[in-house]
C-alpha cells in the first residue's frame, strides 16, 4: 500500500513538473524573470493538460494524459520499485470522438433517435 501511495506521488509529482515546463514554451528557466505584478500562478500551472493516474496494486501505475487542445491522448507506465517512467501509447482522438457509436450495445443512439423521430 505505501508503494501504490509513493507512486501515485511520484506521478503527479512527474506530470506537475512537466506541465509547468509546458507552460513556460520554451523559455529558458534562469532568463524568466516574473513582473511583480504578475498574479499567482494557477493549480497545475495553466491547467492545459488533465492527468489521470490508475494504480495498478503493486507492480506501478498508468498515468494517463490528456491534451484537450491537440485532442491527444498518451498514457504511460510508472515502475513502482524504480520511479521508471515509460511512454507506452500516445493517439490523437479528434475522429474518434466524432462517431456516434462503436462497439455498443442495442439500441444504438442512431435507432433511438428513429425511435424518438417516429413519436
Not at 515546463?21 to 523559455?27: F, I, N, Q, S, T
Not at 524573470?33 to 494557477?42: I, L
Not at 517512467?85 to 462503436?102: A, G, H
Request: hydrophobic fraction near 40%.
Amino acid at each position: 500500500m505505501k508503494r501504490a501511495i509513493l507512486g501515485l506521488l511520484v506521478g503527479a509529482g512527474v506530470v506537475t513538473l512537466v506541465v509547468c515546463l509546458l507552460d513556460h514554451r520554451g523559455e529558458v528557466m534562469a532568463q524568466h524573470v516574473a513582473p511583480y505584478s504578475q498574479p499567482a500562478p494557477q493549480p497545475g500551472c495553466g491547467g492545459e493538460l488533465i492527468a489521470v493516474p490508475s494504480p495498478v496494486g503493486d507492480k506501478g501505475q498508468m498515468l494517463t494524459v490528456l491534451d484537450p487542445r491537440q485532442q491527444t491522448m498518451g498514457v504511460y507506465w510508472i515502475e513502482a520499485s524504480t520511479g521508471k517512467i515509460t511512454l507506452r501509447s500516445v493517439r490523437n482522438i479528434r475522429f474518434d470522438l466524432m462517431m456516434t457509436d462503436f462497439n455498443g450495445d442495442n439500441p444504438l443512439p442512431r435507432e433511438i433517435r428513429l425511435q424518438l423521430e417516429q413519436r
